[in-house]
């Protein structure tokens, strides 16, 4: 029998994959965006702020007018968050799960405050509810109560530009949810608030948290329907972003990027908060 004996396999070097350089120039152009729009202009308050020193950058921050601007954005903002999850939520759920007249329109309405400029904004609610307004005239001779110009003015304005994010955070996942069960529960005589709570709440959870996070920090840094509709009073009714504006106006910048690092850091742990929890839901 003849025997053949095969040549040895060469080994073949492969060479590693080559990166194009259109990715690196993509990948360029985004970093070089983000440093240059985002990135340098945080370092940027940063470093002015702390220009002086920590012992000015504090004593910039503990003046009586400055606590009491962002006492007033914070306290305000999370008012606006507990009233906004609450009927951002519902508002999702109606429109979700019932039909009514004019439903496409109302879910067109709910954008309006991504759309429409703060500025306007503003002035539209001064129109609606100012002294001059018989809404206006009502609260004042009945309860004594300001609407405009006073803190419940900055309450109606944050609640009208944080509406829309607990909504289209919540809505769909409310538009996915496996309809099977709620049928399930309502075979064995479970009631709708108990449907909700026990089948629906806990899928929507995370979505619900993630829109007041979101909607928290948008109506922290408010300032164009704020500044027109607050009247900017001093320990009264000036929020942190109108106290930053009338610092730069007056060439204070010390003051004004001692705020804004408050701001910023305030921003940065609810974007944090936001991403982490997002991250552990995702991990369950």
Request: proline residues 6%; charged residues 10%; glycine residues 8%.
């Amino acid at each position: 029998m003849t025997h053949f004996s095969l040549p040895a396999a060469r080994s073949i070097a492969v060479a590693p994959p080559q990166t194009p350089y259109g990715v690196w120039g993509l990948r360029g152009a985004a970093f070089t965006y983000l440093i240059a729009f985002i990135a340098v202009p945080i370092v940027v308050v940063f470093v002015q702020g702390l220009y002086s020193g920590l012992d000015e950058f504090v004593a910039s921050l503990v003046r009586p007018d400055v606590v009491s601007a962002i006492g007033l954005s914070v306290w305000t903002a999370v008012l606006m968050t507990v009233i906004n999850t609450v009927m951002g939520t519902l508002t999702a759920y109606v429109l979700v799960v019932y039909r009514f007249p004019g439903k496409k329109m109302f879910n067109t309405l709910i954008d309006i405050p991504f759309a429409v400029p703060t500025l306007v904004i503003g002035v539209m609610l001064v129109v609606a509810y100012g002294p001059q307004t018989v809404i206006g005239a009502f609260f004042k001779d009945t309860f004594d109560l300001r609407i405009i110009f006073d803190t419940p003015g900055i309450v109606l304005a944050l609640l009208f530009v944080g509406y829309p994010f607990v909504i289209r955070t919540v809505q769909p996942v409310l538009i996915q949810l496996d309809a099977n069960q709620q049928e399930s529960a309502h075979t064995i005589g479970a009631s709708p608030w108990t449907t909700f709570f026990r089948i629906i709440f806990p899928v929507i959870r995370p979505a619900i948290i993630t829109g007041a996070l979101l909607s928290f920090a948008r109506s922290l840094g408010e300032f164009g329907s704020v500044v027109i509709i607050s009247g900017n009073i001093p320990m009264r009714t000036q929020t942190a972003t109108v106290y930053i504006y009338t610092q730069i106006e007056e060439g204070n910048f010390q003051a004004a990027s001692g705020a804004s690092v408050v701001l910023l850091l305030v921003s940065f742990m609810v974007t944090i908060g936001v991403d982490l929890f997002l991250r552990r839901q995702r991990h369950a």
